[in-house]
């Protein structure tokens, strides 16, 4: 079946424009994630949708960066007024749920995100 | 704050060995533990799962033990092959949540 789909692929933008990033989880899961990861780092966690319990968003970096999900499916991060330091992979990830139960995630391939 | 390390130094082994990557955390008291693979240019990939209440894991040629007294998991392929060659990432989480927080990762390289 369809994994975690995540577009565009990758993305070249200028310093102070706003971006746009989308992911597509497996059908029927109902947890999904956001990570970004710097070159040769781990993956640092930004925001989290379980269900329809309000998201965790303790991993956003600043208030440029948000997320929603909409209809419990597709969701869309959304760095405005973008800096150089926000270029990086930006990885999204779904599970069957997301709370005490250990579920394993799977990813999408990611965004690679460059800011001129 | 909460930390987790692993060998940041690329780890060489010749085929047919085995590879043993670490997994060191503080400040933390996990209730599962995830080991994922990521190849370069891709998402990582899930390949076990280990609980707080589990001492050893095992998969095919893959092994995982958790001591949570050490603070460690130790990830063991035996009869390594060129084809695990990639990075390896510790993942950790708790009880009330499926947020991931990830090492840095350790890249092996298996030679022929």
């Known amino acids: 079946g369809a ?10 933008t200028e310093k102070g424009k706003d971006v746009e990033l989308r992911c597509d989880p497996i059908s029927g899961h109902t947890a999904l994630y956001w990570y970004r990861q710097s070159l040769g780092q781990g993956l640092e966690f930004l925001i989290y949708f379980q269900g329809n319990s309000a998201p965790d968003k303790s991993g956003l970096p600043s208030d440029r960066f948000s997320a929603e999900r909409t209809g419990g499916s597709v969701s869309t991060l959304t760095i405005q007024r ?9 990885l999204c990830a779904s599970s069957v749920s997301g709370t005490g139960h250990g579920q394993p995630q799977h990813f999408g391939d990611g965004t690679r995100l460059s800011i001129l | 704050s909460q930390k987790i390390e692993q060998n940041s130094e690329a780890l060489n082994i010749q085929e047919g060995k085995t590879a ?26 899930f390949l076990l799962l280990i609980r707080e ?44 949540t499926g947020k991931l927080i990830f090492g840095q990762g350790t890249t092996l390289q298996v030679k022929p």
């Open chain 2, 20 to 45: 043993t990557l670490t997994c060191n955390y503080t400040n933390y008291s996990p209730a599962y533990l995830q080991w994922y693979r990521q190849d370069p240019g891709r998402g990582p990939v």
């Open chain 1, 3 to 12: 994994g975690v789909s995540q577009s565009p692929s990758n993305k070249v």
């Open chain 2, 53 to 96: 209440n589990e001492k050893e894991k095992r998969k095919e040629r893959l092994k995982v033990t958790f001591d949570t007294t050490l603070k460690q998991s130790l990830f063991h392929i035996t009869a390594s092959q060129p084809a695990d060659s990639a990075t390896y990432l510790c993942a950790l989480a708790g009880s009330n």
């Open chain 1, 82 to 90: 973008t800096q150089q330091e926000d270029s990086a992979v930006y």
